[in-house]
């Protein structure tokens, strides 16, 4: 099946540690993206990167950090610096060109205690 | 990105037609109009979307003014797994990744 995952769907940490979220597609797609959702809110963007090796910062890239090493992955970092990390987190793809609507992934729940 | 405005909350009866409006009085010429829907804690998925004309897919209709400052989005035939939040956006097809996505409207269909 084609797609984007996410995992995992629920996560845990406590405050002061870094996470890592994961996001992988199938698509071919070459344009990655990460937002955050907090309840009863929008989406708001993280991350995005339009080719591998380069990404470039969203609206609210402050306490989170990226890496594009292959076309396919596109990890999430929240860092012990983001002050309110507890939020959905969802990654999308979409393929080039002008035209071409984002696929989303299912989303990763992050709480920290 | 030109703003929209979505009314906050809509209920529709099962079987009948889901019309869902959205104001963005400020497009430019070159700004489409997409639509997406989120079904709880899942992730949005893409319905529609269109410049001037009227468009419609597998899912539902779009319906744009002819000024472009309105636009509907018609489900024709709702079912329960319509139940969602829909939402409204507009941007430019080139030179803009950024989907801005407001707060959309909950869309209750009712047995």
């Known amino acids: 099946d084609g797609g984007i995952t996410q995992s995992p769907k629920y996560l845990f940490r406590k405050e002061g540690q870094n996470v890592t979220l994961s996001c992988e597609q199938n698509?071919?797609?070459?344009?990655m993206y990460w937002y955050r959702q907090d309840p009863g809110q929008g989406l708001r963007l993280i991350y995005y990167?339009?080719?591998?090796?380069?990404?470039q910062k969203g609206d609210i890239a402050e306490g989170y950090s990226v890496s594009r090493e292959k076309k396919e992955s596109f990890p999430l970092t929240v860092t012990s610096a983001q002050k309110n990390p507890t939020a959905f987190y969802l990654c999308?793809?979409?393929?080039?060109?002008?035209?071409?609507?984002?696929?989303f992934g299912p989303g990763t729940r992050l709480t920290v205690l | 990105d030109a703003k929209t405005t979505q009314p906050t909350s809509m209920d529709c009866a099962e079987g009948r037609a889901a019309n869902l409006p959205c104001n963005h009085s400020?497009?430019?010429?070159?700004?489409?109009v997409y639509w997406y829907r989120q079904i709880h804690s899942q992730g949005p998925q893409y319905i529609i979307h269109?410049?001037?004309n009227n468009e419609t897919n597998e899912m539902a209709s779009l319906i744009i003014t002819e000024d472009r400052k309105s636009s509907t989005l018609i489900l024709p035939h709702a079912t329960l797994r319509d139940t969602a939040v829909y939402y409204c956006?507009?941007?430019?097809?080139?030179?803009?990744?950024?989907?801005?996505f407001g707060t959309g409207t909950r869309l209750t269909i009712i047995p």
């Open positions: 956006i507009v941007r430019e097809n080139f030179g803009n990744e950024k989907l801005t």
């Open positions: 698509l071919n797609h070459d344009a």
């Open positions: 269109g410049l001037k």
């Open positions: 990167s339009q080719i591998v090796n380069d990404f």
């Open positions: 999308a793809s979409r393929a080039s060109g002008n035209y071409n609507e984002q696929f």
């Open positions: 400020t497009i430019s010429g070159n700004e489409y």
